[in-house]
């Protein structure tokens, strides 16, 4: 994959930017799934681009599942798979439960901290840069785009054609372009030792627990992974979040404590994933599926679309891809979720 010649890349024009600017063709914000995978897909076409991260140690609090075929579909070493998960198995409020086999395919479990990183390292093999940085603020300059960063304490600007947020459900990036704050849920996650849950039903079992005293309006989990298991709950007010928690330990007889982490999840895709050359993906762009709120595979295939969209030299086509393949589904799913929940 190569830029069209019909792209006007920095390179050909860095004498109409003043000296003090770092140049780019492209600038991802955020460097999780989806900043990762696109800029990987723009490096390996030849784009200059750079992910602008604030913290590369961060950790996203999430339980980490991901169809198997997202290995495959972007090259992602297996060894990333913690878990595969074979038994979806979801409880009623009243307690009934239903197992269902994914009948000899698996639900792949990840680590977040080393997932994200092995995509970063993926990112960079393709001649991608990485900048620990803050982004404070966007402005034009000469028809390009700059944003204004701190990395190591200083202000800098950095310079490019196109922009990529990819920066979270809380993203800065919208914000600044002037787009309102999108809804969303709150969830709680804490790792908890395997032997703190009674009846445990195994390394290959997924548990969806449904319930107003732990999860009105949204669901409880159980995640097997190494050697502890990922439990959380999630709610809209974020301040009920731990004596939701506390519910769901005694429903599901949970006695292990753990650390608690909190992240907010958006409950609705933005109707427009394109502002003249800034495109959003991933969180930032309200792409978690509804009901079952799965994001990291919509994170990485939205990021695969828009930068293949600038590679192509359409970045408008990202938006319209994007709605032909999954908007449908999206809507499904949404209806399901103010049906089911």
Not at 138 to 148: A, L, M, N, S, Y
Not at 159 to 181: E, Y
Not at 210 to 239: L, M, R
């Amino acid at each position: 994959m190569s830029f069209p010649a019909g792209i006007k890349l920095l390179d050909a024009e860095l004498s109409t930017y003043p000296f003090m600017f770092e140049k780019y063709d492209v600038i991802v914000i955020g460097g999780g799934p989806s900043g990762s995978i696109a800029a990987k897909t723009l490096a390996a076409a030849g784009a200059k681009v750079t992910i602008v991260e604030k913290d590369f140690k961060r950790v996203k609090p999430c339980g980490g599942a991901t169809p198997s075929t997202s290995f495959r579909e972007f090259d992602i070493p297996q060894k990333e798979i913690v878990k595969k998960i074979e038994v979806i198995s979801t409880i009623a409020p009243s307690g009934y439960r239903i197992n269902t086999s994914l009948n000899g395919g698996y639900l792949a479990l990840v680590e977040r901290g080393s997932f994200d990183n092995s995509l970063r390292k993926q990112a960079e093999a393709a001649g991608a840069d990485l900048m620990e940085a803050e982004f404070l603020r966007i402005k034009e300059k000469q028809k390009r785009i700059c944003i204004t960063v701190v990395e190591g304490g200083r202000e800098r600007d950095v310079c490019s054609d196109f922009l990529i947020a990819a920066d979270g459900v809380n993203s800065r990036v919208a914000s600044a372009i002037g787009l309102k704050s999108l809804p969303g849920v709150y969830t709680i996650q804490e790792e908890v030792d395997m032997q703190a849950a009674e009846d445990f039903q195994g390394l290959n079992v997924c548990e969806f627990w449904f319930g107003s005293s732990h999860a009105p309006n949204f669901y409880s989990w159980v995640f097997p992974k190494k050697d502890y298991i990922d439990i959380g709950t999630g709610h809209v007010k974020g301040k009920y979040l731990k004596e939701f928690m506390k519910n769901f330990k005694m429903r599901r007889r949970i006695h292990g404590t753990g650390k608690h982490r909190v992240y907010r999840l958006p409950l609705k895709w933005r109707d427009s994933l394109v502002r003249g050359n800034i495109l959003l993906t991933g969180d930032a762009a309200g792409l978690v599926m509804p009901l079952s709120y799965e994001g990291i595979y919509y994170a990485m295939k939205s990021g695969k679309m828009a930068a293949e969209a600038i590679v192509n030299g359409k970045p408008k086509d990202y938006e319209k891809h994007w709605n032909k393949k999954f908007l449908k589904q999206f809507k499904l799913m949404n209806a399901l979720k103010k049906y089911f929940l």
